[in-house]
């Protein structure tokens, strides 16, 4: 498993990903579809934004990489490689070479071998793969020693001890070229017998730490700690594919440049904005990794996780359990939400048509798509299925099918209803460490403005903006709550948490009795009544006699409205009704 899907990593590249997701396809009069989506990648492993809202909250580098990678440990390891090579670019006929800050040399077959020439500081030579070897050519064109030099079995090498060499093709984000200060360059002849002649590929080749100092994936003016953790997985990701895998044929190298594996930039990280920070991020880390029975783990991360990780089994395997790996598990993620994090919320908005061509090579002929059902979801929330129901038939998609054929940054997406979470119901969700569960609906403004409430797989949560308060409310207080229409209902908003009834009368009748108070009213629960809403006429009668301490007990039903008028309410010991204004007390 080599995939690893990065967006967020500096600002530049961040913005491109902003500049290719706001195309949005005109919708049509037939229909249409919003996604609305969070987060950005595949949502396994670290999340790089959740790593820096956590280092922002003062978490340490060790913990947030022991919370993402459930069950690790960070240690410093004595057995990481020695020696690393990492694609930086092939299938190419030409390339160029900048001497910087000092002559760049050539060489045939390796370092010390036989000398092609030294690339004067400033000046940059063309080196184009020909039919059988290489064609070196100066500034004036004119080619180096006048002969071809190498060839497929003799490799060129750039060596730039106290300089560096600069190349224009090795950036393959931003097209403008990266420097190179590090260990030395291997560049091979491949594919020769083809009628067109022989394509180059370049490899560097470095120390294992000093490739850290190059890996571009994060911004170097983040918290130190976050940096710092993103030093260790990255570092904990290197090591094991070099240990695990074997050099790759396509670009003779353990790890390529790029987001399939780990976005490596050379130079340009140390010489760039604030590289000194990251400089120190991996050198205060050094050879440290995070471990799972004391072997170094294969750490994949993303940019965003959208608030909630996945475990690997139902992110890239559908839910079978014979691909779970341990420390691969999801788990919440408090640090997420945060300001700077531009992927906690984001949609897209297709028509019809534009959804059904798109997802065609997957859903077959079913007509017109007009909804979806049946979704199967993470328990982070990421769609793992769904049945994409057409005009004239039905078929079930993937999650990731889904995704690569809409352009979705992440499968964690609700379809045509914003389940985001979000202001303080998020800050009280993701201080629960997710325990609500998965939302089952938008948050709503209730009351005027003076809160919100929005539904959980387990339980509602509800914001009081005037008592200044969010509860999550579950189990039976929940569903009584619910039953009588929630925060938009009789009892209004909650302005206190579920207490035990304090009095020492109560605790005697009832010892494991709770309650609850609303803007205009109260819900009480016990293990032999269960929970009960109380409100109005019927509420005051019941506190002016004694409450659950008085000789009506507690309530054995809510509130109910009599057939000929007026409202009532059953105790324990007794009844309240009340009509036009005017209650009575039966009592036995």
Not at 104 to 119: C, D, F, N, S, T
Not at 190 to 219: H, Q
Not at 445 to 457: L, N, P, T, Y
Not at 515 to 539: C, E, K, Q
């Amino acid at each position: 498993m080599r995939r690893r899907v990065i967006r967020a990593t500096l600002p530049c590249a961040l913005l491109l990903a902003l500049t290719l997701g706001s195309f949005i396809p005109p919708a049509a009069a037939s229909g249409s579809f919003t996604f609305y989506g969070s987060g950005d990648g595949h949502g396994i492993g670290m999340s790089q934004w959740g790593a820096y809202g956590l280092a922002k909250m003062g978490w340490t580098d060790k913990r947030i990489i022991q919370h993402f990678y459930k069950g690790s440990k960070v240690v410093t390891s004595s057995s990481l490689p020695g020696r690393i090579r990492v694609g930086l670019t092939w299938g190419r006929t030409v390339v160029h070479l900048r001497a910087q800050a000092g002559p760049v040399r050539l060489w045939i077959g390796h370092p010390g071998g036989k000398l092609v020439g030294a690339i004067p500081s400033g000046d940059t030579w063309r080196v184009q793969a020909r039919k059988h070897d290489w064609g070196i050519h100066r500034p004036n064109g004119k080619l180096v020693g006048g002969h071809g030099w190498g060839g497929p079995h003799n490799s060129l090498i750039v060596t730039y001890e106290g300089s560096r060499v600069f190349i224009p093709e090795a950036d393959a984000i931003w097209y403008h070229g990266f420097a190179y200060k590090h260990g030395s360059i291997e560049m091979n002849l491949t594919s020769c017998g083809d009628a067109n002649g022989c394509i180059e590929r370049l490899i560097a080749r470095l120390d294992f730490e000093d490739y850290l100092l190059g890996l571009g994936e994060v911004p170097a003016s983040w918290p130190m700690a976050a940096m710092q953790a993103q030093a260790i997985a990255a570092r904990s990701y290197a090591a094991y594919d070099v240990k695990h895998y074997a050099i790759r044929g396509d670009c003779n190298c353990d790890l390529s440049d790029g987001a399939s594996d780990q976005t490596y930039i050379g130079y340009n990280r140390e010489a760039g904005t604030d590289g000194s920070r990251w400089v120190k991020a991996v050198r205060s880390t050094a050879h440290r990794v995070a471990t799972y029975g004391g072997n170094v783990i294969q750490a994949f991360y993303a940019a965003s996780d959208g608030g909630h990780s996945d475990s690997v089994q139902d992110v890239w395997h559908g839910g079978n359990p014979a691909y779970k790996i341990p420390w691969l598990t999801g788990v919440c993620d408090p640090g997420e939400w945060t300001d700077a994090n531009p992927w906690t919320a984001w949609k897209k908005s297709y028509s019809a048509s534009y959804v059904t061509s798109r997802l065609a090579p997957y859903s077959g002929s079913i007509g017109t798509i007009k909804r979806f059902r049946s979704i199967h979801r993470t328990k982070g929330g990421r769609i793992m299925s769904a049945v994409a129901v057409g005009t004239s038939g039905s078929r079930r998609v993937d999650g990731d099918q889904m995704k690569a054929a809409l352009g979705w940054y992440d499968e964690r997406v609700w379809i045509n209803s914003d389940h985001t979470i979000r202001g303080a119901i998020r800050n009280r969700y993701d201080a629960l460490g997710c325990k609500p569960g998965l939302p089952t609906s938008p948050q709503r403004v209730v009351s005027g403005g003076a809160g919100a409430q929005q539904f959980f797989a387990s339980g509602g949560m509800y914001r009081n903006n005037g008592a200044d308060l969010t509860l999550w409310l579950h189990g039976p207080i929940d569903h009584e709550f619910r039953a009588v229409g929630a925060a938009n209902g009789v009892l209004g908003l909650p302005t206190s948490s579920p207490t035990s009834l304090l009095s020492a009368t109560e605790r005697a009748s009832c010892n494991d009795c709770r309650r609850i108070s609303f803007v205009d009213g109260r819900i009480y629960d016990g293990p032999a009544t269960g929970a009960h809403a109380l409100w109005g006429n019927v509420l005051d009668t019941y506190l002016k006699h004694g409450g659950a301490a008085g000789a009506l007990g507690m309530p054995a039903t809510r509130v109910q409205h009599r057939d000929g008028g007026g409202v009532r309410a059953r105790f324990q010991h007794g009844i309240i009704t009340c009509r036009q204004g005017t209650c009575r007390v039966t009592t036995g």
